[in-house]
């Protein structure tokens, strides 16, 4: 059984910083790799950042330079460091992750956390 729990959203105002947590938990070796997505109301679900197994990153053109993605190993969890949040920020983020079980890759989901930028 494998969970996967984001954490860290909340409301922040124009500006501001949150840092998201995506912890997977269960008999796992590592989180192979991992990506942030959010989704606002009314639109579509979008990819946000995306961690590989190498360490190689990449990002939604509107949030270069503002947010940073990173996954801690010994922990079984990824993180996203949002600075310079914009109200166009709000929305729900979840994580996807593809995780090694003895050798073998599966992909899970989590619940999702909600981020609103508002004054």
């Known amino acids: 059984q494998v969970t996967v729990v984001e954490s860290g959203g909340g409301l922040v105002q124009p500006g501001g910083s949150l840092r998201l947590s995506c912890a997977a938990s269960g008999s796992i070796s590592n989180i192979w790799s991992a990506s942030w997505y959010r989704q606002a109301p009314g639109k579509q679900r979008e990819l946000v950042a995306g961690i590989t197994s190498a360490g190689a990153t990449n990002y939604l053109d509107s949030v270069k330079g503002r947010f940073t993605i990173s996954k801690a190993n010994a922990k079984n969890t990824v993180y996203l460091q949002m600075n310079s949040l914009r109200p166009e920020d709000t929305a729900v983020y979840s994580c996807?992750?593809?995780?090694?079980?003895?050798?073998?890759?599966?992909?899970?989901w989590g619940q999702g956390t909600q981020v609103t930028v508002s004054s």
């Open positions: 996807y992750v593809i995780v090694d079980i003895t050798s073998i890759l599966y992909e899970y």
